[in-house]
């Protein structure tokens, strides 16, 4: 999404430099995969997979942030991370900023609901899940580029997701208000619910932007 892009602007390398390169996927590992490739021909020589994502595992609460020892997308194929790079941001952490080290899936749909993010967690025994960086983890294996993954959580595993948040998500990773709207307005009673994510998102925001002022 841009409102994750955005926290780059906390790196020591701003967003606008002209050695940064970004994409925004949209909630798609196929459409990440095609960005990773382009910010390749762009000139990246390393590529990061940096967001929001769902817990899976249930000690994991809201603004926890997991950076991947591997990633795993829907078919069973694991990819993984850059132990070097991963080694250099544990270093770096602080008391504001602390990993969880584990695996991340990648779904092409969300996992919304609690029995959906329970199975998962059963069958990969990953920690979150997200749907961009098996996308991305496939464009660095080929690259033979290093690559690491780096998510925030902003749903617990024991929360379901309000069916009209999963309409506010755009292909180019801007956001669609109305499309909310419209679908809120006909589940009038996933008000509270979807004012919960939005909290919860603000705080997995702010966790990235920690993470990003570190620097990578």
């Known amino acids: 999404m841009h409102s994750e892009t955005a926290c780059l602007k906390s790196a020591p390398i701003p967003i606008n430099d002209k050695y940064s390169l970004t994409f925004c996927a949209g909630g798609s590992p196929g459409r990440a995969y095609a960005g990773a490739e382009q910010l390749l021909r762009n000139g990246a020589s390393a590529l990061v997979s940096f967001g929001i994502a769902g817990a899976l595992d249930t000690a994991l609460m809201p603004g926890r942030i997991v950076l991947a020892e591997g990633v795993i997308d829907g078919t069973g194929q694991q990819f993984q991370t850059d132990e070097a790079w991963r080694r250099r941001l544990m270093e770096s952490s602080t008391p504001h900023v602390e990993f969880t080290c584990g695996t991340i899936a990648t779904m092409e749909k969300a996992a919304a609901t609690p ?77 509270s619910g979807l004012m919960q994510l939005g909290r919860d998102t603000s705080t997995a925001l702010a966790s990235l932007r920690r993470v990003a002022a570190l620097g990578f």
């Open 115 to 191: 029995s959906e993010k329970a199975t998962l967690f059963g069958r990969t025994g990953a920690l979150a899940v997200d749907m961009e960086s098996s996308g991305v983890a496939s464009a660095a294996a080929r690259h033979n580029v290093p690559f690491i993954a780096i998510r925030a959580i902003a749903d617990p595993a024991s929360r379901r997701l309000p069916k009209s948040a999963l309409k506010g998500l755009a292909p180019d990773g801007t956001t669609r208000p109305l499309a909310v709207l419209l679908e809120l307005a006909l589940r009038p009673w996933e008000l």
